[in-house]
């Protein structure tokens, strides 16, 4: 059988004025002229050297064509760059290497939040057909399902966004304990990642902080004092097993989980409990970061009581959140890993509920 060889340099039109191609077509400037384009998004691991034209806008996202990397934080950047140059009758250009995986990945994205209807199966079902060769690797079709459940908002008041980030924030820290070994520039980049993620918890502990009064009239919202010194130390939603919408995790590999009376509290059967990063853990963070210190005790900020413990070294326990999503006429499992880095000590706290 004569097998068919595909012309990766192709320019595949997606939705009228959006293309998808590999870099080939990005560096030819007779093909751009010939399609109009007035937009150039290169999703590529390294800055490509082009023949600029004065017409045509460059941006450049930096993504390896890899399962671990990080997609989701750059969607609301290039939904706007699209959006914009789109809204402005400027053709579009769309490329990594081959145009493949990592430009397929981005112009799914951008279907799926332009096109509110639209879910992960259906945008990869328009851009396959336009360009048979498409397929994102695992990594990145695992975060377009997420992207999915979160209806496409990357906000961190969503739990899932937080789960998602908490687990890219520990990776990226512990990551700075194995890569002494790599190049200079591949340590600064993890210390980059971590500093990032670091941020967007940042942001919203500052978000939490204007809404905390709308927050403490809520009735039956749970706060955890420290027993000591009675400073309130986190809430209801820094939990690890703590759902906005009343799911829990679903792990087959680790200690029952057992839900108590206390309204979205879980707590484990050896009596600790699982957060994710709060704000004056945040703060010390940055501190063990410089020093690469991989584990220790868990103070109360106010009267520096032990609390618990934090432990970043791998391998992690961890939670698994799973759920359901169509994927190429089938039913596929996706799930957000969170590890359990932690952990603080029943006894050492109090629950305060608002009535």
């Not at 699209?82 to 990594?96: A, F, G, P, Y």
């Not at 978000?207 to 403490?216: F, G, N, P, Y």
């Not at 820094?238 to 309204?263: A, P, Q, R, V, W």
């Amino acid at each position: 059988m004569t097998k068919i060889k595909y012309d990766y340099a192709e320019m595949s039109e997606i939705i009228p004025g959006l293309y998808l191609s590999s870099i080939d077509s990005a560096l030819d400037s007779q093909t751009l002229t010939s399609y109009s384009i007035k937009t150039i998004v290169s999703v590529l691991s390294n800055l490509p050297k082009f023949n600029r034209i004065d017409s045509i806008d460059y941006y450049y996202i930096e993504l390896d064509d890899d399962e671990q990397q990080d997609l989701l934080v750059n969607l609301d950047q290039t939904f706007q760059i699209i959006e914009q140059s789109l809204k402005n009758n400027r053709n579009v250009l769309v490329h990594c290497a081959l145009g493949v995986s990592r430009s397929s990945a981005t112009v799914m994205a951008y279907l799926m939040c332009s096109q509110k209807s639209s879910s992960f199966n259906d945008a990869y079902r328009l851009v396959k057909s336009k360009r048979t060769i498409i397929g994102p690797n695992f990594g990145f079709r695992r975060q377009l399902a997420l992207y999915e459940k979160l209806d496409c908002d990357l906000s961190m008041t969503n739990i899932w966004m937080r789960r998602y980030i908490f687990n890219r924030l520990v990776h990226s820290y512990s990551d700075s304990y194995y890569d002494h070994q790599q190049p200079i520039h591949c340590q600064s980049r993890k210390a980059k990642n971590f500093s990032h993620y670091l941020k967007m918890f940042q942001g919203y502990f500052e978000q939490q902080q204007q809404q905390s009064q709308s927050i403490v009239c809520q009735p039956n919202f749970v706060y955890y004092k420290c027993k000591s010194c009675r400073s309130i130390l986190f809430n209801q939603n820094d939990l690890i097993d703590h759902d906005n919408n009343g799911e829990y995790s679903n792990n087959d590999t680790h200690k029952k989980i057992t839900n108590h009376h206390h309204h979205g509290s879980n707590k484990s059967i050896d009596g600790t409990i699982y957060i994710m990063i709060v704000k004056w853990i945040a703060d010390d963070l940055l501190k063990y970061f410089d020093s690469l210190k991989k584990s220790g005790k868990i103070d109360c900020p106010k009267c520096q009581t032990k609390l618990g413990r934090f432990e970043w070294n791998r391998p992690y326990n961890y939670r698994r959140y799973t759920y359901t999503v169509q994927y190429d006429d089938c039913q596929w499992m996706n799930e957000v890993i969170v590890p359990l880095v932690l952990s603080i000590t029943q006894s050492k706290i109090d629950t305060y509920i608002v009535q």
